[in-house]
T-cell receptor, first 114, second 112 residues
Framework: DGGITQSPKYLFRKEGQNVTLSCEQNLNHDAMYWYRQDPGQGLRLIYY???????QKGDIAEGYSVSREKKESFPLTVTSAQKNPTAFYLC?????????????FGQGTRLTVV | GQQVMQIPQYQHVQEGEDFTTYCNSS?????IQWYKQRPGGHPVFLIQ?????EVKKQKRLTFQFGEAKKNSSLHITATQTTDVGTYFC????????????FGKGTTLSVSS
């Protein structure tokens, strides 16, 4: 089946630890995105990537880092610098970020930092 | 930067009543997309509007894109309990490029 997979679904970490969220797609999409969702805040853009080895900061990139070494993969690292990391994280992909195409979302990872 | 605003934030209706959510962008958009997120789920694409003044229908759902390509609306006729969820609009700025920016969403609850 083609799709976009995020893992794990639930993640618990201690404060001060870095944690990496996985996002893999087999849709052959060029563009990939990371969003953070908090209650009442909608989806806020963290980072996005249009092609391999290239990515741009979104509105709330501070405390996060990404890499795009492969077309299929766009992992997100939540660093200890992120002040309030507990949230629902959604990864999405599009056929081509410069065209008018729909975004496909993964199931999300709910991160809880204690 | 580009901002996309949505109102209302919450809406409760009785089953059978109509529902409308409105979306406004601070900049002109190349297109507007609408997504639905069921409780506990992830956003799922509903539709995309590209042309100025465009209107599209999907059964009981009617989507409009404003003439200036800065606003949009989603109207649901005769809501059903299956319509429950959060509806997001999302747009790409026609100049700034490629990032898909979402509104905060409108959460619809329906009582039978």
């Amino acid at each position: 089946d083609g799709g976009i997979t995020q893992s794990p679904k639930y993640l618990f970490r201690k404060e001060g630890q870095n944690v990496t969220l996985s996002c893999e797609q087999n849709l052959n999409h060029d563009a990939m995105y990371w969003y953070r969702q908090d209650p009442g805040q909608g989806l806020r853009l963290i980072y996005y990537s249009q092609i391999v080895n290239d990515f741009q900061k979104g509105d709330i990139a501070e405390g996060y880092s990404v890499s795009r070494e492969k077309k299929e993969s766009f992992p997100l690292t939540v660093t200890s610098a992120q002040k309030n990391p507990t949230a629902f994280y959604l990864c999405a992909s599009c056929w081509d970020g410069t065209m008018n195409t729909e975004a496909f979302f993964g199931q999300g990872t709910r991160l809880t930092v204690v | 930067g580009q901002q996309v605003m949505q109102i209302p934030q919450y809406q409760h209706v009785q089953e059978g009543e109509d529902f409308t959510t409105y979306c406004n962008s601070s900049t002109t958009l190349s297109n507007i997309q609408w997504y639905k997120q069921r409780p506990g789920g992830h956003p799922v694409f509903l539709i995309q509007l590209v042309k100025s003044g465009e209107v599209k229908k999907q059964k009981r759902l009617t989507f409009q894109f404003g003439e200036a390509k800065k606003n949009s609306s989603l109207h649901i006729t005769a809501t059903q309990t299956t319509d429950v969820g959060t509806y997001f609009c999302a747009g790409r700025d026609h100049q700034a490029g490629t990032a898909l920016i979402f509104g905060k969403g409108t959460t619809l609850s329906v009582s039978s």
